[in-house]
């Protein structure tokens, strides 16, 4: 009885490889896996070929430009900051007044940011007490479109430096 088994299990095996040899063309192999092959490589070599053509060489990282404000207006002036030699060509003190601009406007730009962080951080904190706690939705705090809450956060610890910070965001 196990040969029995056995054998048809071979006898399957050999009718499905010998109805595949026998049906296909060119002399018994199939050749649609290799000629689907060679078109996916020459495909390749194609765009490859017209990518290189067109910019250099593609593979290469570029540097990478920055893209906010304080940078770009570098550009704009007609000098860049990634060139170390045109500070030099300049007196001392336009150098300094430069820097001096320039870190103005970072810490400006710091500021700014820091502030908007502040608010939504309380707003965020008065806004997970409400929920948590199960308070009606008006007690939320919303954010408008111009960086102002609709009221001042009255279920969070505030002391009076943080009163004074959000009484300009207070609507």
């Known amino acids: 009885m196990s040969e029995s088994w056995t054998k048809d299990i071979e006898d399957h095996v050999k009718q499905t490889l010998g109805a595949k040899s026998n049906g296909d063309k060119m002399g018994g192999k199939d050749y649609s896996q290799f000629f689907l092959f060679g078109i996916i490589i020459a495909l390749a070599v194609a765009v490859f070929w017209v990518l290189q053509s067109r910019g250099g060489n593609f593979l290469q990282s570029q540097q990478q430009q920055p893209y906010n404000n304080y940078y770009s207006q570098w550009d704009n002036a007609g ?3 990634y060139t170390l030699d045109y ?7 336009q150098r ?5 601009s320039a870190a103005r406007k970072i810490w400006e730009r710091t500021k700014w940011n820091s502030d908007r ?8 904190n008065h806004n997970t007490v409400v929920i948590k706690r199960g308070l009606p939705r008006s007690e939320l705090i919303l954010l408008n479109g111009d960086w102002t809450i609709n009221r001042m956060p009255n279920r969070i610890y505030l002391d009076y430096k943080d009163k004074e910070f959000l009484k300009k965001y207070v609507k």
């Open 87 to 93: 500070p030099m060509a300049m007196p001392a003190e």
């Open 96 to 100: 300094i007044d430069r820097l001096e």
């Open 117 to 124: 962080i502040t608010l939504l951080g309380t707003i965020n």
């Open 79 to 81: 000098y860049s900051p």
